[in-house]
């Protein structure tokens, strides 16, 4: 999971992509870069930390250009490096001439990077960001146009990627034949095109309209104007649907962000009214969320129930996201800096705790620990997604099946081993009730069942 950007026809595009970058900030922590083009030459730059941190205002002023890409990484395909950061460029006889940044993991990385390298294309990193844009340079140099590159790339190349692609004069948007990861843009009043993984971007740029980029879409935007190229997604996939990822509604996207047809925050509600139905039963003093993901879910659980929804744990916005921390210890670390129970909160309380998904298992054992020294009484964890059983290969940092919790513990042991009175998770067939269009969506991670095949 990351966040892209893309601003064109702004002379302010290199502030206008730090704001969108820094409104994404959640979907990557680890680095983050940005190139921007003043119709000559790409100009990049990027580092390893916060958009704060990397681009402050001494560092835009050196970023001149009415077109930009930008990125923020959560590594997952290459080790948290500077080479491994986007967006990537590809130097030709005339210097920087492409540039792209990518959401999404590939599947098929090592044969498409072996078929590129016997083609005498040469890597600098081991990040799939760097594979598209090699990519569609060996097919410009082939002589396609980026459109043609484009979509030979879509036939070839498997995974999830929604991306921005820039040459000197010309911005592309587009995204995998399964619409995998989210990708919205739209115009500002005066005209400035605007592209982001999630349409909080579009919002903090005053973008009045929030469109999606189409299933293997292309959007080609230049001086003439904007042109949306719309492929048929069934000539690049073997699966019949989409493939939205569920777990963007349930933990990665901004609350206020709208995508796949859908608000964030209503699927959220929807979610902790659905898992309140199948407590009719528990009478409860309080309904309190694990900060900030299940705060809409449990406002839902509350609206249904009529629990009381207590904030009862107070986060430290100054930590980021645990999940996204690339090192266990890094992430048992923040958590314990990250939440805090309200002094004289819990004490006696019957406390139902809402959290919106257990991945690995650790963060959750130490929050209810927190809150059992805090004085509760009972804590009933309720979750608002299946278990988690299956890896992830589009974007996700959990390629292994030994490290999530589900396929460790029986559901009573895992109970036991994070100390609570009782857990329930929301069923997956209630889980799709909760969106407009269940049959387009990925739910491998919960059921197995992989949109494509993984090699
Ligand atoms: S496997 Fe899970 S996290 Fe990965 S894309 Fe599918 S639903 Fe999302």
Redesign the pocket.
Known sequence: MCGIVGIFGNPDAARLAALGMFAQQHRGQESCGMVVCDGRVLHLHKGMGLVKEVFNAEVLEELPGSLAIGHVRYPTKGAATPFNSQPHLVETLFGPSYALASNGDVVNYDSVRAMLEAENVYFKSDNDGELLVKFIAWRLSLGDDPVQAIRTLMRDVKG?YSSVFCTKSELYLFRDPLS?RPMVWGRTADGTVVAGSESCVLDILQVGERKEVPAAGIIRINSGGIQIIENDPQDYRTCKHN?Y????HIYFSRPDSYHFGEDVFMVREQIGAMLAKEDADLEADCVVPVPDSANFMAVGYSKASGVPLSLGLIRNHYVGRTFIKPKQTVRDESVLQKFNPLPNFFQGKKVVLLDDSIVRGTTIRKIVRLIKDAGAKEIHLRVGSPQ?R???????D?HSPEMLAANLYSLEEFTKHIGVDSLKHLSLENLAKCVHEPLE??????NGE??LEIR
């Open positions: 999830a995998m493939s990822c569920v777990f963007e988690v299956f890896p992830c290969y589009f974007g996700i959990t969506y990925c739910y491998a991670c919960f992989y949109p």
